[in-house]
């Protein structure tokens, strides 16, 4: 499966970004979605999991309200759309399944991994 994940930028606090995450190589239908993220100096972290339907969905408690994370099988692409950013959500965003259907919120139950992108929000 490879992925390549667009979207990010710098924005300033209260602002708005769409990630998208597109795969190929593999049945895309078939395949849980997670982001995560990595901020400068800290570990990997789950941000947001969804099921291969659609129909499951699981937030970090963090970004409850603010994110959704959502998909469209027919484009192969997975979307974390981001409002009410704040400072502390900088950081390299990533798109990543698994191998399985886990709705797994730990990076190392994830086999495959996109390039990340930079999202920077000034305060």
């Known amino acids: 499966v490879q992925l390549q994940a667009s979207g990010g930028g710098l924005v300033q606090a209260g602002d708005s970004l769409r990630l998208s995450c597109v795969a190929s190589g593999r049945t895309f239908s078939s395949l849980s979605m997670g982001w995560f993220r990595q901020a400068p100096g800290k570990e990997r972290e789950f941000v947001a999991v969804i099921s291969w339907s659609g129909g499951m969905t699981s937030y970090k408690d963090s970004v409850k309200g603010r994110f959704t994370i959502s998909r469209n099988n027919a484009k192969n692409t997975v979307y974390l759309q981001m409002n009410s950013l704040k400072p502390e959500d900088t950081a390299v965003y990533y798109c990543?399944?698994?191998?399985?259907?886990?709705?797994?919120?730990?990076?190392?139950?994830?086999?495959?991994w996109g390039q990340g992108t930079q999202v920077t929000v000034s305060s």
């Open positions: 990543a399944a698994p191998d399985g259907l886990t709705l797994s919120m730990e990076p190392n139950d994830y086999d495959y």
